[in-house]
T-cell receptor, first 115, second 113 residues
Framework: EAQVTQNPRYLITVTGKKLTVTCSQN?????MSWYRQDPGLGLRQIYY???????DKGDVPEGYKVSRKEKRNFPLILESPSPNQTSLYFC?????FGTGGSPLHFGNGTRLTVT | AQTVTQSQPEMSVQEAETVTLSCTYD???????LFWYKQPPSRQMILVIR??????QNATENRFSVNFQKAAKSFSLKISDSQLGDAAMYFC??????????FGTGTRLQVTL
């Protein structure tokens, strides 16, 4: 089944403790991206990747890192989480993006709480 | 920068009735795409419908249709014959030349018996 798999689904951590949220897609998509969803703000892009070894900042990249060493994987790293990073996170992928208008396929989300 | 505005934080519709969710956007681009995504309580993001800006014909998907007014920069979603399973948060989204989707703040739709 074609899908974007995110893990974990829920995560509770403490301030400053490094964590990684994994994301994997099995559709051979070129484009992958991370979003965070906050009430009243919709979804905002954190980072994106157009291809392997190519990543770029989105609208809210501060406090996050990503890597794209393989086409299928795009982990999100919080090296020193803070309470303002408590949010719902989504990984998404697309065959081509931007001018192609190919729709995004989303993972099921990771609810992160930082205390 | 492009912006997407959903001015209705919450809407309610009776089962079997029709409801329209509003969305406006601001852009200087001529080539772009618009989307409606549905987010049920399971929080999964589900694509409902897609519209290419260069197409004048409004997109439809079964009970879902859009009213795309390019000059007015308006992109509303009409849900006909509403069902209990339509209850969800609905997000309008835009993409043009930038490598991202720009989302609105969402409209929560309640479906009542």
């Amino acid at each position: 089944e074609a899908q974007v798999t995110q893990n974990p689904r829920y995560l509770i951590t403490v301030t400053g403790k490094k964590l990684t949220v994994t994301c994997s897609q099995n559709m051979n998509h070129e484009y992958m991206s991370w979003y965070r969803q906050d009430p009243g703000l919709g979804l905002r892009q954190i980072y994106y990747s157009m291809n392997v070894e190519v990543t770029d900042k989105g609208d809210v990249p501060e406090g996050y890192k990503v890597s794209r060493k393989e086409k299928r994987n795009f982990p999100l790293i919080l090296e020193s989480p803070s309470p303002n990073q408590t949010s719902l996170y989504f990984c998404a992928s697309s065959k081509f993006f931007g001018t192609g208008g190919s729709p995004l396929h989303f993972g099921n989300g990771t609810r992160l709480t930082v205390t | 920068a492009q912006t997407v505005t959903q001015s209705q934080p919450e809407m309610s519709v009776q089962e079997a009735e029709t409801v329209t969710l509003s969305c406006t956007y601001d852009t200087s681009e001529s080539d772009y795409y618009l989307f409606w995504y549905k987010q049920p309580p399971s929080r999964q993001m589900i694509l409902v419908i897609r519209q290419e800006a260069y197409k004048q014909q409004n997109a439809t998907e079964n009970r879902f249709s859009v009213n795309f007014q390019k000059a007015a920069k308006s992109f509303s979603l009409k849900i006909s014959d509403s069902q209990l399973g339509d209850a969800a948060m609905y997000f309008c989204a835009y993409t043009g030349t930038a490598s991202k989707l720009t989302f609105g703040t969402g409209t929560r739709l309640q479906v009542t018996l």
